[in-house]
T-cell receptor, first 115, second 112 residues
């Protein structure tokens, strides 16, 4: 089982639609969680952190379910400019191996917003 | 703010050639990383440096070496390039453990 799994998509949605992505992670010791956005042939950019209580930033809402080991991203009122690949990222502190910060990326979910 | 700067942006190598990818960050971050990204594989960690003076292997370290020159700079070296190392390489940095990472613009490397 992959450490971080995402549905690759593509999700093709009309402008104005609401779309949700889920991401599952295998390691219950994971400590922090993020959603990144990556445009074609560009570097990943932080979209938002995911907190235990859930968090919202404008049209974007992220939630964490530790019991089921998944995080989600909800995009409301989709815009053409939201078309991108969304990467789920999980961070586990590797205490037993001497520390260090290991960000593990999912392979991404592609979103295409259409007129 | 420059953030994370990588050089070069593009490179073509012949099999067996060596090269060093440079990365520098101006955010006073402690941790730095090198990833490679291949179609359908996502981002895979090659090496990381949790703090100045330390480096550790990631998922795919074979064929690479790194140097954390100082707090700002973290270089990745390919001693003898192979076609399997054709990829997009990203450098990233983060403030500390469990923090979000910020990426450079990437280096597109082709080995022929």
């Amino acid at each position: 089982r992959k450490e971080v799994e995402q549905d690759p998509g593509p999700f093709n949605v009309p402008e104005g639609a609401t779309v949700a992505f889920n991401c599952t992670y295998s390691n219950s010791a994971s400590q922090s969680f993020f959603w990144y956005r990556q445009d074609c042939r560009k570097e990943p950019k932080l979209l938002m952190s995911v907190y235990s209580s859930g968090n919202e930033d404008g049209r974007f809402t992220a939630q964490l379910n530790r019991a089921s080991q998944y995080i989600s991203l909800l995009i409301r009122d989709s815009k053409l400019s939201d078309s991108a690949t969304y990467l789920c990222v999980v961070n586990m502190l590797r205490i037993l191996t001497g520390g260090g910060n290991k960000l593990t990326f999912g392979t991404g979910t592609q979103l295409k917003v259409e007129l | 703010n420059a953030g994370v700067t990588q050089t070069p942006k593009f490179q073509v190598l012949k099999t067996g050639q060596s090269m060093t990818l440079q990365c520098a960050q101006d955010m006073n971050h402690n941790s730095m990383y090198w990833y490679r990204q291949d179609p359908g594989m996502g981002l895979r960690l090659i090496y990381y440096s949790a703090s100045e003076g330390t480096t550790d292997k990631g998922e795919v370290p074979n064929g690479y070496n790194v140097s954390r020159l100082n707090k700002r700079e973290f270089s990745l070296r390919l001693e003898s390039a192979a076609p399997s190392q054709t990829s997009v390489y990203f450098c990233a940095s983060s403030k500390g453990q469990a923090s979000e990472a910020f990426f450079g613009q990437g280096t597109r490397l082709t080995v022929v």
